[in-house]
């Protein structure tokens, strides 16, 4: 079984394609994965592996840890130009997320006041007043939409909550208007032998009115680019890609950044 990627609260840095050179705080268990999404395409895995032994992080152990680091890198010279909530599950489950945000932004200040802060969220607690506030903060409020079809959304990112539908996850993310950045996972494939593609015309249609609704300050398209959990997965080539990401910025005025 694929098993969760990162073993260490902070991680890295890495080269992000769509962010540069990122340094990652991962808010959920190192040895285990946490998250409210089950993505049939995610890096770390499928939920079924459990939340291991060490625990989510606390809030001083996160604080910590990633001011040792920073001290590290500025004492190699080592550029940064971003750090990254990621790492073995949904970050905005962590029960003091908003306070983990307020700690990152000071030291980024500190250290890398060049770097931007970054958050990789699946969307499902965006709405919630605490997380919504701490997202507005960061430079990079990045949150996903892979479809806004509930049928396709529930195969893709099997939610773990049977009433996530895409129109409430919209509806979350149009207070972000202009404060967020839209992440759309284009594939195809076929999961307990059912198909699915998201690239379709309906598909994309449901799309570009889901982004019109929101009116991110951009959308990002990519596919899949790592070993996923998965089998039978397939991954839209750039060309393909491209000619989504065109045609929605020509529908809705949105730039498009194709991965």
Request: include cysteine; proline fraction near 6%; hydrophobic fraction near 40%.
């Amino acid at each position: 079984m694929q098993t969760v990627l990162f073993h260490s609260t902070i991680f890295g840095p890495i080269h992000s394609r769509r962010l540069g050179i990122s340094l990652g705080v991962n808010l959920m268990p190192n040895d285990g994965k946490i998250c409210s999404f089950d993505c049939l395409y995610c890096e770390a895995g499928f939920n079924a592996q459990g939340p291991g032994t060490t625990g989510i992080p606390t809030r001083e152990a996160v604080k910590r840890q990633l001011k040792a680091k920073l001290e590290q890198l500025k004492a190699e010279g080592s550029g940064l130009d971003v750090i990254t909530f990621s790492g073995n599950g949904e970050p905005t489950l962590h029960p003091h997320f908003k306070e983990v945000v307020h700690d990152v932004m000071l030291l980024r200040d500190r250290y890398y006041p060049e770097a931007r802060v970054s958050v990789l969220s699946n969307s499902t607690m965006a709405g919630r007043p605490a997380v919504a506030e701490a997202l507005k903060k960061v430079d990079n409020n990045i949150l996903k939409l892979d479809s806004a079809i509930a049928a396709t959304l529930r195969v893709i990112n099997r939610p773990q909550s049977p009433n996530l539908i895409p129109e409430g996850v919209i509806e979350d993310l149009k207070q972000f208007a202009g404060q967020c950045i839209v992440q759309t996972m284009m594939l195809r494939g076929e999961w307990e032998g059912k198909p699915f593609d998201n690239t379709t015309d309906q598909e994309v249609n449901a799309l570009i009115e889901a982004y019109r609704q929101i009116q991110p300050r951009e959308v990002m398209l990519y596919s899949l680019d790592r070993k996923t959990p998965a089998d039978h997965l397939v991954k839209i080539e750039h060309d393909e890609l491209q000619a989504i990401g065109d045609r929605i910025a020509q529908a809705t005025g949105i730039p498009v950044q194709v991965n």
